[in-house]
């Protein structure tokens, strides 16, 4: 089960590599605004990642995944992992190597986003309750929120031409 | 041809910051070996601790002093603050480096291993993974205006990882002893003697003192370096 999971963790993590790079040669509207529907893009794509994953383990696993605190879960962990696939897609897109550069880059800082994920969710699988994971759920909300905000910070001065 | 000072961009600072450094380090090294006491406990593998400290902080300082010059770069790009952000993460790497390995070397008597999955390992590991990557990051963008400006952007968000690796030992739980403030109810930590707080603030100034040199010498270089690629390019034009 724990291996699942990790596994599902490193499709998001494909999945987000491939997905940004591209799109980034979009010229500058209003800077936020582009960080901001550049993340959702991110967030959606990953959700329906996960929405697929969810359920394929719910049909071929006897334990449902279909519930509100899982999904809640995996919603704030996407959602941090995209703001930092975003910046960090940005702050590669000039560098000749960014293909491999991204994942070495992305990967160290997803890592409390990752390890929190994965515990939250281990602990819940195994029936524990919202108390015993509030300690990885705040670690993934305090991600979340320094993640977009420095993205969005940085977003701006960081697209000038 | 000699080169006179003037030209080797050596300024008034340089010979007296390292001098003083190296003197601080000489002295900071001797205290360590002779001034504090010998540890109860651990006996004298303990006496790496002021180094250990030591050069953790710097790492932090140069990690603090790169995500503060990225900041400042953003807001208006200079050739001096993006040299100073690079060399600050270069010298503040290096520094974790030793961090990691005089903590390995203490580990091995005391935890009876070189290396275990501790909070506190793990996120000084991210850390020296994260600036790494600067360093590749800076490397790969032959444009001097963006490679400015996405290092800037690097550093700020590698800072991150800092705060992260100071809290580790105070919100986990962890093996790694908690010198300075409050610990997370079980760490473990190490009641000091006035000596043992002397020869570690001695250390740190040491050290402080040390990063501000090897700093001036790395804005030196860098400075020669902008002269070389400048000339280069010139020349380029001119074919």
Known sequence: MFAGILGFNRVMASERESGCVDTLALAPVDRSAVFFGKWIGGLVNLLLVAALIISLFSLFFPISMLRWDLIGVVILGSAGYAALGTLLATLTFKSSAREILLPLLLLPPAFPLLMAAVQATRNLLEGAGWAAIATWVNILAACDVIYLVLAWMLYDRLLKE | MIADPEDLHISAW?????????????????????????????????????????????????????????????????????????????????????????????????????????????????????????????????????????????????????????????????????????????????????????????????????????????????????????????QLESH
Request: proline share 4%; net charge positive; hydrophobic share 55%.
């Open chain 2, 14 to 234: 340089t010979w007296p910051l390292t001098w003083a450094a190296a003197v601080a380090v000489v002295i900071a090294f001797l205290a360590a070996l002779g001034y504090a006491p010998r540890e109860q406990v651990m006996g004298e593998v303990q006496r790496i601790f002021y180094f250990h400290v030591s050069a953790g902080w710097v790492g932090g300082l140069g990690f603090m002093v790169a995500a503060l010059c990225g900041g400042l770069f953003l807001r208006r790009p200079s050739d001096k603050l993006d040299d100073l952000s690079h060399a600050s993460v270069e010298i503040g790497l290096v520094f974790t480096v030793i961090n990691i390995i005089t903590g390995s070397i203490w580990a091995r008597p005391i935890w009876n291993t070189w290396w275990t999955w501790d909070p506190r390992l793990i996120t000084a590991s991210i850390m020296a993974v994260v600036y790494a990557g600067y360093l590749v990051l800076r490397f790969s963008i032959e444009l001097p205006e963006s490679r400015g400006r996405m290092s800037a952007g690097y550093a700020i968000l590698g800072f991150v990882s800092v705060p992260m690796t100071f809290f580790s030992i105070r919100l986990f739980r962890t093996i790694h002893p908690v010198i300075v403030g409050a610990s997370a109810a079980g760490a473990e930590s190490i009641g000091m003697s006035g000596r043992m707080t002397g020869t570690l603030i001695l250390s740190l100034a040491a050290f402080t003192l040390l990063f501000a040199a090897l700093l001036i010498h790395r804005l030196r270089l860098s400075r020669l370096q902008r002269i070389v690629e400048h000339r280069t390019w010139r």
